[in-house]
């Protein structure tokens, strides 16, 4: 629970109040940081993305996205799918059934996605993606 917690706090730092920002940071992909809606369940959902191109399409290198669920003690983003256009994978946490209601989950790829969660921050706070230097454009307020 711990690293979603975590993870949480770096979201809501990138976004910084917006609902969409591009940054951008100087030898690496720009970085897109979004809600995209809301789960089966209801809960908002965040994606991190950074894009590459190839042939001029706009693939996602990667594209994870996370559960966002507001409990008695803060906030808590749960990686819950993960997409790679360069490698035609696709992967989800959970299923849903037609009302909502979530009807399976794979074990190992949650603890993997979290795991994956914690090294990416890491490496995004490590490139500069949360420096003032970095330069932040906001796509949707």
Not at 22 to 44: C, K
Not at 108 to 116: C, E, N
């Amino acid at each position: 629970m711990e690293t979603y917690l975590e993870c949480a706090k770096l979201l809501n730092e990138l976004l910084a109040g917006a609902r969409a920002v591009r940054i951008t940071v100087r030898g690496y992909l720009p970085l897109s940081v979004e809600e995209i809606g809301t789960s089966g369940d209801g809960h908002r959902l965040v994606s991190l993305c950074q894009y590459g191109e190839q042939n001029g399409d706009l693939m996602r290198d990667c594209d994870l996205v996370f559960l966002v669920t507001e409990l008695s003690d803060g906030v808590a983003a749960e990686p819950v799918s993960f997409r790679n256009d360069y490698l035609g994978l696709s992967q989800e946490v959970y299923r849903y059934d037609e009302t909502g209601r979530r009807t399976h989950v794979v074990p190992t790829l949650k603890q993997d996605l979290a795991k994956f969660a914690e090294s990416w921050f890491a490496n995004l706070k490590d490139q500069g993606f949360f420096d003032l230097t970095a330069v932040r454009e906001i796509l949707s307020p």
